[in-house]
């Protein structure tokens, strides 16, 4: 009996005092948070800063938008949540969150969350993801709050605001917060994000070469005011004759289509997987399968197949230089949301209405490729390309840029990731002083932002290459369907590919080496 008295009070012991350390150190997150809000920053007007622990968990904001933070979204860890806005200058108002999770939890990182398409709005589930993963995170709303593109009409400082003002003072806080918290500075600070937030990342890396340690681009609108003039021309090409039109393509023909391409071009890359390793390879013919007989959804009648030639060659001058590569082979089940219609995809029709020429009423019907081109990126190439390939700051600052691009993709047509890999490549002064800090990997068959949609882990591949060296000479791919693995497949630093060794499973990565293709 006396025994198991003294059994307890030694656990009582163990557990009141774990109890106690837990409730101290809570009570010091608590203090050290609200303690936050006695901190002044240039620029910087802080709105709050509470320490969230509540057993029910938060519930983050609802955001408007495409992408926006959908109702339902809980947190049940705790954090110190900080609010506020920055204005580096008048006309700004730049609105940001940090989210601090308790010292003892923190992973002595900083992670930056990017944001997708025009929409200005904090990104919770990127927040609420970073800090189950234990970094200390920010997200920005870029600078407005719009789900779409109105915003910037007249407003040139939010546009510069969008392109990369936001992210940087937003770091830029963000780092000081979090000295202030923890009295201590993160170790490394990291960016992951796809599509604009892609654009994102290479901004940071291109001007302001110190705010990030390792960052992934992932299939990153580059070359905005090109991209844009290229996007739009592929649904003017499609639908300025109309839905009704003899040379609209109907969605139920996209099937046919894509099963021409691989009957032409899948073997080419020694395995017959229905998928193609490197479309600039596959030289196909939409006149392969054109109608002989009436028109059906299994054939293409002679206008479509010329529709479907202007699709894959893309926007070229009237002097016939390409503009920006169009569709490639093999992304055909992915054209829906450019050229269905009845009107090109808004993130492209909207930014002619609302950024580029400022007239609501603009026709997409209107657009010339050739002189509206020129005239965008004269005006406004300056400010929105993210086309600098002097990349020498960040390489010396040790820092590691993993950028990969999606060969199915159709947002963003991919051959410009191979375009100004190839570019800075020549600025660095050739492929050893590149890839020592900047590796490009070209995926295919993946559809969308492989690197952070499941395909494989890009952060912790970035991070893995910064804090301990460990260059990534090739990335194993799972590709699912349904949620089933069915496909593993190593992507390879371009401009090297998957080359099939010869034998074994092709499903499996195992069989695969990287090497530079000859086929
Ligand atoms: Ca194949």
Redesign the pocket.
């Known amino acids: 009996m006396k025994r198991r008295l003294i059994s307890l009070l030694l656990l009582c012991v163990g557990v009141c005092m774990s109890a106690a350390t837990a409730a101290a150190a809570a009570a010091t997150d608590r203090d050290s948070c609200s303690g936050l809000m006695e901190r002044k920053y240039a620029n910087v007007t802080l709105v709050s800063a509470v320490f969230i622990d509540d057993p029910k968990g938060f519930d983050a904001p609802e955001t408007p938008g495409m992408f926006g933070t959908p109702p339902g979204l809980k947190v049940m860890m705790p954090f110190c949540r900080v609010t506020g806005f920055i204005k580096p200058v008048p006309e700004s108002r730049i609105g940001f969150e940090v989210w601090l999770p308790p010292a003892e939890e923190w992973n002595e990182r900083y992670f930056a969350v990017g944001n997708p398409s025009f929409e200005g709005a904090i990104k919770y589930q990127g927040l609420t993801r970073a800090l189950a993963d234990g970094y200390a995170a920010s997200s920005t709303d870029t600078g407005h709050q719009d789900p779409g593109h109105k915003w910037a009409t007249g407003q040139p400082e939010k546009l510069i605001d969008w392109i990369h003002r936001a992210v940087h003072e937003t770091a830029v806080v963000s780092k000081q917060l979090i000295q202030a918290y923890y009295s201590r500075s993160a170790r490394y600070s990291y960016w992951d994000s796809c599509h604009n937030g892609g654009r994102q990342g290479l901004e940071s890396a291109q001007r302001y070469p110190g705010d990030f340690d390792g960052i992934v681009a992932g299939d990153p609108a580059i070359y905005l005011s090109r991209l844009q003039t290229g996007s739009e021309y592929l649904g003017w090409v499609a639908l300025k004759d109309g839905t009704k039109s003899p040379s609209y393509v109907p969605p139920a023909k996209y099937p046919a289509i894509h099963r021409a391409v691989l009957d032409a071009c ?2 080419k ?1 020694g ?3 229905d ?3 490197d479309p600039t390879r596959c030289k196909f013919d939409p006149a392969a399968i054109q109608c002989y007989g009436p028109d059906k959804p299994s054939c293409l009648t002679a206008p479509q197949v010329e529709t479907v030639r202007r699709l894959y060659e893309g926007a070229k001058f009237a002097d016939g230089t390409q503009i920006y590569s169009g569709f490639e082979p093999g992304s055909e089940l992915l054209w829906n949301a450019l050229i269905a219609g009845p009107e090109p995809h808004s993130i492209n029709n909207d930014f002619f209405k609302y950024i580029a020429f400022e007239n609501p009423d603009w026709d997409f019907r209107t657009f010339d490729v050739d002189a509206d081109t020129r005239d965008i990126e004269a005006r406004l190439g300056p400010i929105i390309d993210s086309t600098q390939t002097d990349l020498s700051a960040f390489k010396n600052n040790g820092g590691k840029l993993l950028m990969y691009q999606s060969w199915t993709e159709t947002w963003i047509p991919p051959r410009m990731a191979t375009v100004y890999y190839s570019d800075v490549v020549k600025t660095m002064g050739g492929e050893n002083q590149t890839k020592d800090f900047f590796r490009l990997f070209m995926v295919p068959d993946y559809g969308m932002c492989p690197g952070n949609q499941g395909g494989f882990d890009a952060l912790n591949t970035v991070r893995k290459w910064r804090e301990e060296g460990v260059a990534p000479d090739r990335i194993t791919t799972t590709y699912r369907d349904g949620g089933q693995v069915y496909k593993t497949r190593p992507v390879c630093p371009y401009p090297q590919a998957a080359i099939y060794k010869g034998s074994g499973d092709t499903n499996d990565a195992a069989g695969f080496e990287c090497g530079i293709p000859t086929w």
């Open positions: 899948d073997e890359d395995v017959k997987d998928a193609i390793e």
